[in-house]
């Protein structure tokens, strides 16, 4: 099905934050957009303020009216979804054209140049970044992107006039294997999803598959140090880049004040004085393959340097709720341990001397299970840590897997603890630190209001 024959979309796990862009390129677009999700979220509610049609019941009874029509209804699906599902199985029943969510965005980056942003990390920011220079510039983006934009507040960007799309590439269930890249970023390889992979190895090939997509007379920005292998072919372009080192790299980096400033040293074009909008140390990195997937798409020099001082950041990514010369509360996503490592040693170095307290929600039993020894370590370089109870989503328990693995490998001597979730608001108000971080990709930020509400009073 071509997207001109596309009367009505269909989600299956609408509430997702990559299926939501979806929607709302749809809703924008003047498509007819129905959905189901388990659980009713601020973001579902937004999309049917925008028109689209939400129930939280699986029951194929309650598929709108619009979405009935197999001849111009697309189902898109997330791989979270059972193959059990009976909304899935009635779709699939009734000869409906029904693709993953990539499939979508890989229909996306053919019909338009896709900018992508794949990698173990730094997905999210990175892409937000380079839409966000991209939008602000006169060359203009579509966007698709796996978190809220605080510029915007959405994780999708229209632009009828722009040729370009930036996409964040997914590794999960080998997503990012549906698109055909115009440029990509490779941000990192640390393995990850190993329930899915397998080994390191089978995840570092599913990268090296992935660059073997960007077109001919593309482009690949690949982070300096990285263990997989590149496959491009002979007429891309491969760049690489960090903060220190690679054809794109900082220069004349200046810490103080609350603010990091550096010069971009790139093949195309140097900018001077470039201001993190979000100043953390792992923005450098991020901003720099952000601004080199912008100059490659034509963004200039001013262009460039004025969005990012702009830049407001993505929820849930390093979140500063509260800074004060007596408290500081961030919540951040970081849910892998190199992630931890980069946020926990960015906030060292911003709060040198303060007492840092961590409180960690592992995402997944079976990444507890395959990387607890590489937590303990990333989380030891807090003062205080507190671990709360591995928070499933699409998994059953396993034996013998829990946070204790964590607790147990933690730096020798630390103060530590466990806790369950409904205990964080106590353990906050027992203070003890001069800075606070909530960490994890899973429901902890549910509680990010509250503990803002318990701290207020004290700064």
Known sequence: MELKDIKAVYFIGIGGIGMSAIARYFLKIGVAVGGYDRTESDLTRKLCEEGAMIHYEENANMIPKACLDPDNTLVIYTPAIPSEHAELQYFRTGGFTIQKRAQVLGTLTRAMKGLCVAGTHGKTTTSSMAAHILH???VGCNAFLGGITKNYGTNYILSHDSEYV??????FDRSFHWLTPFASVITATDADHLDIYGTEEAYLESF????????????????????????TQQTVKTYTYSAGEGDFHAENVRIGGGEITFDLISPL???TDIRLGVPVMVNIDNGIA??????????TGEEIR?????????DRRFDIHIKTDRITYISDYAHHPEEIRQSLLSIGRLYEGK??????????????????????NALSLADDVVLADIYPAREEPIPGVSSALIYDNLRPG???????????????REGGFDVLVTLGAGDIETYANEIENILKPLT
Request: include cysteine; charged fraction near 20%.
């Open 208 to 231: 090296t598959k992935y660059s073997s997509l960007i077109v001919p007379g593309g482009y690949l920005i690949i982070h300096t140090g990285l263990k997989m292998k590149p496959n």
């Open 166 to 171: 930036v996409i964040e590439a997914d590794e």
């Open 290 to 299: 952000a601004m080199a997937l912008a100059q490659i798409a034509g963004a």
């Open 414 to 428: 630390m103060k530590r603890s466990m806790c369950h979730k409904d205990d964080i608001p106590r353990i906050v």
């Open 306 to 314: 004025e969005a990012m001082a702009s830049f407001g950041g993505v």
């Open 355 to 376: 007492r840092i307290k961590v409180i960690f929600q592992p995402h997944l039993y079976t990444r507890t299970r395959d990387f607890y020894r590489e937590f303990a």
């Open 269 to 271: 074009g140097n900018i």
């Open 136 to 138: 602000q510039s006169h």
